[in-house]
C-alpha cells in the first residue's frame, strides 16, 4: 500500500451570507434594533463585534428564547441546498463558521444537517446571554491548517472579514457574494454571485491542486 497517498480536496465554507441569511440582520429587522446589523462584514475584529451585540440585547432585554424563535422562522438561502448537496456529492465538505450551536440548528436541519464547528454562548438560567465562548481564537484558520495536517488540499470560500484567514491559509479561496469593501480589499480573490460559478471554480481548483 502506498505509504504517502495523494491528497484528497476538502471544501470548507461560510455560514451565513453564504448558504443562510444573516443572522443578526434578521435579529435586528425583527426587534428594530439597527446597531445589530452590524456584522463581520463590517467589522474585523469579532471581540468587539460579539461584545457590542450582547450589550445590546442586554439593553434591550432579548433572551435566548427570544432569538430562537426568530431563527426558527429563517430559510436557508434560495440555492443553497441543492449547492451543498451537489458539492457533497463531490467532496467532504465542513461549514466554518462564527456563530452558536444555540443558534444554527433550525437552519443545519433545512440543510441536511451538514457538518459544522462554530462557537457556544454562554446563558444563564433567565436566558439572558452573558458571553460567548471562542471554540478557538481564529478557529477557521486553524480548522484549515489542521485538515491540511491530515493531508487534505483545502478550498475555501466564504464572504466577510472573519472568512480571510481560512482563505488565505486554504491550497485554493474564494469570495461569495462579498460586500464591496472586501472585494476592493481582496482584489485578488475571484468573488462570485451564484452557486453554479462557485461549484465550477471549485471543481477546477480541486483538478489543478
Known sequence: MDANPPPQCLVTLDVEGVLTPE?????????GVEELKRTTKDEPDYQLLMEGRISLLHEHE??????????????PLEG?????????AEFPVVLLSDTFEEFIGPLMQQLGNPLILCHRLNVDA?????????????????SVRSFQELNYKVIAAGDSY???SMIDK????????APENVRVE??????FEEYDQLFVAISNAAESL
Open 80 to 88: 443553497a441546498l441543492g449547492f451543498l448537496d451537489k458539492l457533497r
Open 162 to 164: 472573519n472568512d480571510l
Open 23 to 31: 443572522i443578526w440582520i434578521a435579529l435586528a429587522d425583527h426587534f
Open 62 to 75: 432579548i433572551r435566548i428564547d427570544d432569538i430562537q424563535q426568530v431563527i426558527a422562522s429563517l430559510a
Open 170 to 177: 486554504a491550497d485554493a479561496g474564494f469570495l461569495f457574494r
Open 186 to 191: 481582496r482584489s485578488d480573490l475571484d468573488c
Open 126 to 142: 433567565a436566558g439572558v446571554v452573558t458571553s460567548f465562548s471562542h471554540r478557538t481564537p481564529e478557529q477557521k484558520f486553524h
